[in-house]
């Protein structure tokens, strides 16, 4: 069964500092999407940024981008110069045709 | 504006009573997700749909009923028979119901059942 592992429960990270969030999965499918979401402390979840197992390319939206290796089954949240605002819950999602696994999620705290 | 709205954010039920989220997407989208989320959690699956009139069931599905007679309108209802309600309900849609698609989320319902 597909398995997603967020080791880092929660992270403290200097305004500005560059931040990975770690994420690994197990899966035995070939084709698989990767994506991560931020939910602040209203609740709504924010997609953030998408990975397809077959993309070439480390897939980036402005200041975040995934350090995808695919044979290390790991897909990591990087978000350059962090800001306040950044902090939130973050998740790593597995998604394979009807299977959809969230990770347990990274709390990450930006400091002033 | 396009989005996904659910209501109400908060809401309070006596223990054995039944009680139904609504949830509505104004985006055109054939797929639509219903998921819970406990304290500290991430999200676990309750029922999702794919198109009109056709639904499945999640990992947690038990204590839960949905259905989809339109494409914009996926209401849940949270049974006497599911034991431990109170959480956070998450509605979301995507374009499609496979892997390369984000998901668009509603902003939640606080579910308190005393």
């Known amino acids: 069964a597909q398995k997603i592992t967020q080791t880092q429960p929660g992270m403290f990270v200097q305004e500005k500092e560059a931040v990975t969030l770690d994420c690994t999965y197990d899966t035995s499918d070939p084709s698989y999407g990767l994506f991560w979401y931020k939910q602040p402390s209203s609740g709504e979840m924010i997609f953030l940024i998408y990975?397809?197992?077959?993309?070439?390319q480390n897939a980036t939206e402005g200041r975040y981008s995934l350090n995808f290796q695919k044979a290390r089954k790991s897909a990591n949240l990087v978000i350059s110069a962090s800001q306040l605002g950044d902090s939130a819950m973050y998740f790593c999602v597995y998604s394979r045709d009807d299977k959809i696994i969230f990770g347990k999620g990274t709390r990450l705290h930006i400091l002033p | 504006d396009g989005g996904i709205t659910q209501s109400p954010k908060y809401l309070f039920r006596k223990e054995g009573q039944n009680v139904t989220l609504s949830c509505e997407q104004n985006?055109?989208?054939?797929?639509m997700y219903w998921y819970r989320q406990d304290p500290g959690q991430g999200l676990r699956l309750i029922y999702y749909s794919q198109i009109v009139n056709d639904f499945q069931k999640g990992d947690i599905a038990e204590g839960y009923s949905v259905s989809r007679e339109k494409k914009e309108s996926f209401p849940l209802t949270v049974t006497s028979a599911q034991k431990n309600p109170t959480a956070f309900y998450l509605c979301?849609?995507?374009?499609?119901?496979?892997?390369?698609?984000?998901?668009?989320f509603g902003p939640g319902t606080r579910l308190t059942v005393t």
């Open positions: 985006l055109n989208h054939d797929a």
């Open positions: 990975q397809g197992s077959y993309d070439q």
């Open positions: 979301a849609s995507s374009t499609a119901g496979d892997s390369g698609y984000e998901q668009y």
